[in-house]
């Protein structure tokens, strides 16, 4: 499945939103906080591990094919940098 998404760069100070960036198609094989959870275990198996550190219940769910990284980190009070920089740490370990 291939998605076009928009992202906003808007300077809070000026309020203007008139400078969307469209950044064409959204690569699943890229980690960014919209990517499922479903499509992270499928690209990245190792990040099972990392979800079992965080004690999410993301591996298994019947959700994950619907949550993002944005949303578990939000669920779990978890920094969603944090979360993709530990799943890319862990899968730079596959290599």
């Known amino acids: 499945m291939v998605r076009t998404f928009f992202v ?9 939103f ?6 064409g ?3 699943t094989n890229i980690l960014h906080i919209q ?4 499509k992270v275990l499928q690209n990245w ?3 099972f591990s990392v979800f079992m550190k965080h004690k999410t219940k993301c591996p298994g769910c ?7 990284l944005k949303d578990v ?3 779990y009070q978890l920094s969603v940098e944090k979360l993709i920089e ?7 370990e596959e290599s």
Request: net charge negative; charged share 15%.
């Open 73 to 75: 980190a939000e669920t």
């Open 25 to 27: 198609q959204m690569d």
């Open 8 to 16: 906003l760069f808007a300077l809070a100070q000026r309020g203007n």
């Open 45 to 47: 198996p190792r990040a």
């Open 86 to 92: 530990e799943i890319i740490n862990v899968s730079k």
């Open 62 to 68: 019947f959700m994950q094919q619907f949550c993002t």
């Open 35 to 38: 990517v499922t959870v479903d």
């Open 18 to 23: 008139h400078n969307a960036v469209s950044l």
